[in-house]
């Protein structure tokens, strides 16, 4: 790979095992991609609980303050995210015990351990993430951040389109057969996160003179100083905030709509998965390019942009339903649509969500931003997913998209005027 004869000696290092997590990384999210329509359509669960099972994945960041602060404590952060890995993803196994799926679907206390198990495999997030901005920021010269973020980010979506086809086909097959693959995940998420703290850090431990509940409520403190006293970067919050709200009040939605609405098979989901994913592939790179030359907050506008396009289209295939079969798939032409505006935002989502907030700090303060980014992100999704299933069940599918729709015009506007008014500093 050409890029590596310009990297330096840490940087190549750090690059490959980067890589390799990523692309185990990408396994995993992908064999699990299905996993709220396997809920919904297999298992039969609610639909409310289907917006907790989604909630899960991002409330956990509520507790990111306590994890980094407790991070800032420990002396040996390879030790400690290896643990975390080993209780957080191996309950995966848990599945290969489930009782085989009947007509009526699986009785409640199956979901309840379902959603169970996925609320303790997401919390491996709020220690996870944060170490990966730290690792990288230390290892990437800024020049290069972006560029080989994004390559690894084109990895992790390559494997995930693999899995996630694999995935649908087992589940065509036999919709039991997920108590076969979600085991195997669980053991790879384990072997990922291994990979990950192979990568060199010198972690500065803190020494330790206040209790940690004192130390907390400094980390909150730090969150309202650093947006108190960051315009552009709070800016980018409120975006987050508006964006976040109108993606987590419409995801659970959409799902419900691919079953309900159009009638879809996992074949089906998994193939616009796959066709949005392949989209965010062929832009990565460029994108991974822009990030590095561009203010994050005008970034934003076409990571909003592509995601109201996505949803708007999404919305229309419901009145306009043209659709044709083709290897047991099912093709709505406005879908078609939509799955290019989501392979948009899918193709800069992860660099705008993964190092965006990296770009208004110093290097040491790396973690504290990504720190306020993530409890923020677990706090809309206390109550963003559960009023989009509401929104739905008393209005309609049109209505629910038409609130995200909104939302996302009004963070757009936003980043437009913090750019002119805020301009970031060089």
């Known amino acids: 790979m050409g890029i590596l004869q310009k990297l330096d000696t840490n940087e190549r290092k750090a690059f490959k095992l980067h890589l390799l997590y990523s692309g185990l990384d990408g396994l995993v999210r992908g064999a699990l991609i299905l996993n709220q329509?396997?809920?919904?359509?297999?298992?039969k669960g609610s639909?409310?609980?289907?917006?907790?099972?989604?909630?899960?994945?991002?409330?956990?960041?509520?507790?990111?303050?306590?994890?980094?602060e407790i991070m800032r404590r420990y002396p040996n952060r390879k030790k400690l995210l290896r643990t975390v890995g080993l209780i957080a993803r191996l309950p995966l196994?848990?599945?290969?015990?489930?009782?085989?799926?009947?007509?009526?679907?699986l009785s409640n206390h199956f979901h309840i351990l379902f959603l169970g198990v996925f609320l303790l495999f997401y919390s491996s997030q709020i220690a996870v993430i944060p170490s990966i901005n730290q690792y990288l920021k230390g290892n990437y010269k800024h020049r290069n951040?972006?560029?080989?973020?994004?390559?690894a980010t084109t990895v992790n979506k390559i494997l995930m389109m693999v899995s996630t086809a694999g995935a649908g086909l087992l589940l065509d097959w036999n919709a039991d057969s997920y108590r076969i693959f979600y085991p195997a995940v669980g053991i790879l998420g384990v072997i990922s996160i291994f990979q990950l703290t192979k990568i060199e850090f010198k972690h500065q431990v803190e020494p330790i003179q206040t209790p940690i509940w004192q130390a907390l409520g400094d980390s909150f403190k730090r969150i309202f100083d650093i947006l108190k006293n960051n315009i552009p970067f709070r800016h980018l919050e409120i975006g987050f905030m508006l964006y976040g709200f109108a993606w987590m009040s419409t995801h659970a939605v959409i799902t419900i709509f691919y079953d309900t609405g159009l009638g879809l098979?996992?074949?089906?989901?998994?193939?616009?998965?796959?066709?949005?994913n392949l989209v965010a592939i062929l832009v990565l790179p460029l994108f991974g390019k822009l990030i590095g030359n561009m203010d994050p907050r005008r970034f934003g506008i076409i990571t909003f942009g592509s995601l109201m396009l996505f949803i708007a289209f999404t919305g229309i295939s419901e009145v306009v339903s043209t659709n044709f079969d083709i290897v047991g798939l099912k093709i709505y032409h406005m879908l078609l649509i939509a799955v290019v505006f989501?392979?948009?935002?899918?193709?800069?989502m992860p660099l705008l969500w993964g190092i965006g907030s990296s770009y208004f700090c110093e290097p040491n303060q790396a973690a504290d931003f990504?720190?306020?980014?993530?409890?923020?992100?677990?706090?809309?999704?206390?109550?963003?997913?559960?009023?989009?299933?509401?929104?739905?069940?008393?209005?309609?599918?049109?209505f629910t998209y038409a609130v995200g729709i909104v939302l996302l015009a009004f963070a757009i506007l936003l980043m437009i005027y913090s750019e002119r008014k805020f301009p970031k500093e060089a």
């Open 370 to 398: 990504q720190s306020v980014h993530l409890f923020l992100t677990g706090f809309r999704a206390l109550f963003a997913p559960i009023i989009g299933i509401k929104l739905y069940e008393l209005m309609g599918f049109g």
């Open 37 to 43: 329509f396997i809920f919904i359509k297999s298992l």
């Open 47 to 68: 639909n409310v609980q289907l917006s907790f099972l989604f909630q899960f994945s991002m409330v956990v960041f509520l507790f990111a303050m306590l994890a980094n």
């Open 145 to 151: 951040f972006g560029k080989l973020f994004g390559y």
């Open 93 to 105: 196994i848990t599945f290969a015990f489930f009782p085989a799926i009947v007509p009526e679907g």
């Open 265 to 276: 098979n996992y074949s089906s989901v998994a193939f616009y998965n796959n066709a949005y």
């Open 342 to 348: 989501n392979g948009l935002f899918m193709g800069s």
